[in-house]
């Protein structure tokens, strides 16, 4: 395994020595990219905040990104924090628009904050009208694939693409790659309804035009003796369906959550949070065959061996 970590200070490209390895994290939503690691500060040495950092694994394209800490101690090692371009999607701004995709939209701020846009996919579903005040970058496009999502059925992953904004369809990011007990090392399983398992809906909404409290309920009398009774209580808004509201809410929650972590599995590079490979696990109470998409994926790079600790989801699997 060749691993190539390079940082850039103007038109001088250092390649230093690193200690105790690198780490590259990903996560699906919310966060950038971001690369750590450890160097030695030398007199030849010399990067600041802002510097670009680019890394690269036997000619595979990884990460590129930014310097954002430094951390020193006194035996002259420094701890540097690197995260992608998707770290200015934390920058706050009001934006209002109209007749565009979602991915229009991402397009738009890629402009607006001179950040590098790449392969954006057509998203297709034209949101009529939305306003979004004093809010992320991050929140505001979640908001906007969150409406494409409920029109059209279409997950889309945002990521970093080595130092290109990128924005695809979550179908199109399957991983030719087979994780089982050979190749993953260790896992974390926990089956539970404890937390978000609920067996009994109950939504109100106060009907101004009657001046009563209309109250919708369903409930599953089989998984109430199983469990206890375990409800979900909420307000519904104007113009809610509240009928359809309660089935599909009971539908989505009546069941056993599971969490799922693999630890330590053969490292490769395509995997990386929003992407698929194929899971094949017997994990006792239940055996899992199928692709499953990375929550988060954390990759470490030390003494030339690459592993990687991926939080699985998809269907019961919650993050």
């Known amino acids: 395994m060749n691993c190539e970590l390079t940082i850039f200070d103007g038109t001088t490209a250092y390649v230093p020595p690193v200690e105790e390895g690198i780490k590259w994290e990903t996560v699906r939503k919310g ?8 160097v030695v500060q030398d007199d030849a040495l010399n990067f600041t905040e802002g510097n670009p950092v680019q890394f690269k694994v036997d000619g595979s394209k990884v990460f590129y990104g930014y310097v954002f800490k430094k951390s020193r101690t006194k035996d002259r090692l420094v701890e540097v924090t690197c995260y992608d371009q998707l770290r200015y999607f934390k920058n706050k701004d009001t934006y209002c628009y109209k007749g565009i995709t ?46 494409t999502l409920l029109n059209c059925k279409e997950v889309y992953v945002l990521y970093d693409d080595f130092g290109k904004i990128a924005l695809q369809n979550i179908a199109d990011l399957k991983v030719g790659l087979l994780i089982d007990a050979d190749t993953g ?23 101004k035009k009657t001046g009563k409290r209309d109250v919708y309920m369903a409930r599953d009398s089989s998984h109430i003796n199983d469990w206890g009774l375990l409800q979900y209580y909420d307000t519904l808004k104007d113009g809610e369906n509240g009928a359809s509201k309660v089935n599909a809410l009971l539908s989505y929650y009546n069941k056993k959550t599971r969490n799922l972590t693999v630890k330590e599995a053969w490292g490769d590079v395509r995997v990386r949070a929003g992407t698929s490979p194929m899971i094949s696990l017997n994990l006792g109470d239940i055996t899992v065959n199928n692709f499953m ?10 003494n030339n061996e690459h592993t990687m600790d991926l939080t699985l989801i998809g269907g019961e699997f919650i993050a």
Do not use: M
Request: aromatic share 12%; charged share 25%; with cysteine.
């Open 185 to 207: 090392q260790d896992f974390d399983y926990t089956s539970s309804i404890d937390d978000q398992t609920y067996n009994q809906i109950k939504l109100t909404y106060d009907n």
């Open 293 to 302: 998409v990375v929550e988060k994926a954390i990759h470490t790079f030390k």
């Open 31 to 38: 966060s950038p990219g971001k690369l750590t690691f450890t």
């Open 102 to 147: 979602a991915g229009e939209l991402l397009q738009r701020i890629c402009d607006d904050f001179y950040l590098v846009a790449g392969d954006i996919a057509d998203t297709e579903y034209v949101i009529p009208q939305q306003i979004e005040s004093n809010k992320t970058l991050f929140d505001i496009v979640q908001n906007a694939l969150d409406k």
